[in-house]
């Protein structure tokens, strides 16, 4: 079946440490990808979003994503995380021919926890 | 900067009761969406509305889901008769475009069926 694959269900880090979360998706042809935060008792918020051109897109509060097309992947990374990242992270993809209305297929999510 | 308004942020209800959630977009969007999340699972999306109707639903919007958009600026999402698997955080959305630019989720609405 089609869908949006995050492999890190919890992750622990240290502050500094470096960040990598997973994201892969089994939708062919173009897609859109976002990758949402959502802090404890808040709202989804955007971090990022990737529609075309530039692979490596540059979003808010110091974090990245890499577009791999050939490896169905949209990794988020940031190079050193602070206590006030713990929150859960969430990797979505608008899939093609979804009637064109862009709704938004998301990933399990994956909770950070920093550590001071 | 816009924002998505959702009331009420948490709603009780008894099981069988019809329940009513509220959603205000981001006023020069044409897009709305509704998307729950069952806690400690994923977003899931329920349904899509551009132009007065529905335009995508997914198989959880069953026939005891239902939305409108009654005003210019409300757009609501009810459900008739809540069962306890209903219990989740409900979540509306609005974009400009269908390409989705000015995608903007709102705060939720935590309804508890009990």
């Known amino acids: 079946a089609q869908s949006v694959s995050q492999h890190n269900h919890h992750v622990i880090l240290s502050e500094a440490a470096s960040l990598e979360l997973g994201c892969n998706y089994s939708?062919?042809?173009?897609?859109?990808l976002f990758w949402y935060v959502q802090y404890p008792g808040q709202h989804l918020q955007l971090l990022l979003k990737?529609?075309?051109?530039?692979?490596l897109v540059k979003g808010i509060k110091g974090f990245e994503a890499e577009f791999i097309k050939s490896k169905f992947s949209f990794n988020l990374r940031k190079p050193s995380v602070q206590w006030s990242d713990t929150a859960e992270y969430f990797c979505?993809?608008?899939?093609?021919?979804?009637?064109?209305?862009?709704?938004?297929?998301f990933g399990a999510g994956t909770r950070l926890a920093v550590h001071p | 900067e816009p924002e998505v308004t959702q009331t009420p942020s948490h709603q009780v209800t008894q099981m069988g009761q019809e329940v009513i959630l509220r959603c205000v977009p981001i006023?020069?969007?044409?897009?709305f969406y509704w998307y729950r999340q069952i806690l400690g699972q994923k977003v899931e999306f329920l349904v899509s509305?551009?132009?007065?109707?529905?335009?995508?639903k997914s198989e959880i919007f069953d026939d005891q889901f239902s939305v409108e958009r009654p005003d210019g600026s409300n757009f609501t999402l009810k459900i008739r008769s809540t069962k306890l698997e209903d219990s989740a955080m409900y979540f509306c959305?609005?974009?400009?475009?269908?390409?989705?630019?000015?995608?903007?989720f709102g705060s939720g609405t935590r309804l508890t069926v009990v």
């Open positions: 939708y062919g042809g173009t897609v859109n």
């Open positions: 959305a609005s974009s400009e475009s269908w390409q989705g630019a000015g995608y903007t």
């Open positions: 979505a993809v608008n899939p093609p021919f979804s009637g064109g209305y862009n709704k938004l297929i």
């Open positions: 509305f551009y132009n007065n109707e529905i335009s995508e």
């Open positions: 006023s020069n969007h044409l897009y």
């Open positions: 990737y529609f075309s051109g530039d692979p």
